[in-house]
């Protein structure tokens, strides 16, 4: 066999010298195409299961939440193992499929699972999986200094979580964006008990007037003159004065308004951890690629997104680095 090749390959030469040339070529072309990836997937196809449940100490939430979508998880097809950390108000559950286990159809078994024991949970406790990703998959941190003289760290906030986190996740192969750090703003009230008591304000009452608060409401539709005209109850605000003058009750014919009985103001979310940048307070966003996604492509294009953010970026601010 071997010298019938060699015998024919020196009787052929213009046509084996035609042959490696073609396959030099499309080596060559394959090889520009080729995706190359500082962070390869390493890990087998897994899914993350998220559970938040304020309140609940440790034991709780292993006992409640986690031991049960333990033992809903290990049944699954394909399933290799299934690792969890429990924390206060926190649930993590990372459920590992075998190689050959495609994740999307993983990611669908999954859901299936977390649909059919929603009623088995504590009421108002949403499991959530998160997203496509591995443990090689933050590629990038980005920081937004903070200069507190020029502006504050809940201005900041509200930057990353609402015009660059919305941007960079626009941006294909991104997973997720995690922004740390600065301050949450929050809706925070905070009532005069001795006052709610003279004017004969419940606490019930008062959950149940904020829990309605800022939403819209329908009242079906009015037909006339063969069209169909919607009504509706427009009350979705983010103005701090309407929640001021929420009416709890009446009482002798007047309403009973909610700063009456409380001080209501914008204040920050209690933090749990903070973040730095050289020494100064920061937002940080760490930013999580898909397992597929080329990492130097994706990181070229997060550098093109920030750098048209840039632009737009106010001057008393410090640019994201």
């Known amino acids: 066999m071997f010298k019938w090749l060699l015998d024919n390959s020196l009787s052929n030469r213009l046509l084996v010298i035609i042959a490696s040339v073609v396959l030099m070529a499309y080596g060559a072309f394959t090889l520009s195409r080729t995706p190359v990836d500082v962070f390869p997937d390493l890990n087998k196809p897994t899914v993350t299961i998220m559970t938040e449940a304020g309140g609940m100490a440790a034991e709780e939430v292993e006992q409640l939440l986690t031991f049960p979508l333990e033992t809903t998880m290990n049944g699954l097809p394909g399933v290799e193992s299934v690792r969890s950390v429990s924390s206060a108000g926190l649930s993590f559950i990372y459920v590992t499929f075998d190689w050959s286990t495609e994740i999307f159809r993983a990611r ?122 919607l009504i509706r109850n427009l009350g979705r605000t983010s103005r701090l004065d309407d929640l001021k003058n929420l009416a709890l009750t009446t009482k002798n014919g007047q309403p009973i308004l909610l700063r009456q009985i409380g001080e209501v103001a914008f204040a920050p979310a209690l933090k749990r951890g903070d973040a730095g940048f050289e020494g100064k307070p920061a937002v940080i966003l760490g930013i999580q690629k898909q397992p597929t996604a080329d990492t130097i492509a994706l990181t070229r294009s997060i550098e093109s997104a920030l750098a048209d953010m840039k632009r737009s970026c106010p001057q008393a601010w410090t640019s994201p680095k």
């Not at 990703?133 to 003289?149: F, K, N, V, Y």
């Open 108 to 229: 669908q078994m999954v859901s299936e699972r977390l649909s059919a024991m929603e009623e088995g949970l504590p009421a108002g406790v949403v499991p959530r999986m998160g997203p496509i990703s591995s443990i090689m998959g933050e590629i990038m941190q980005i920081a937004i200094p903070i200069d507190t003289g020029k502006i504050s760290p809940m201005q900041v906030r509200e930057y990353a979580d609402w015009v660059l986190r919305p941007r960079l996740m626009a941006v294909p192969g991104v997973a997720q964006v995690i922004p740390i750090g600065g301050e949450v703003r929050q809706f925070q009230v905070q009532p005069n008990t001795s006052r709610m008591a003279e004017l004969g304000i419940t606490h019930d009452q008062l959950e149940g007037a904020l829990k309605g608060f800022s939403s819209n409401t329908s009242g079906g539709f009015l037909e006339l003159n063969g069209r169909e005209y």
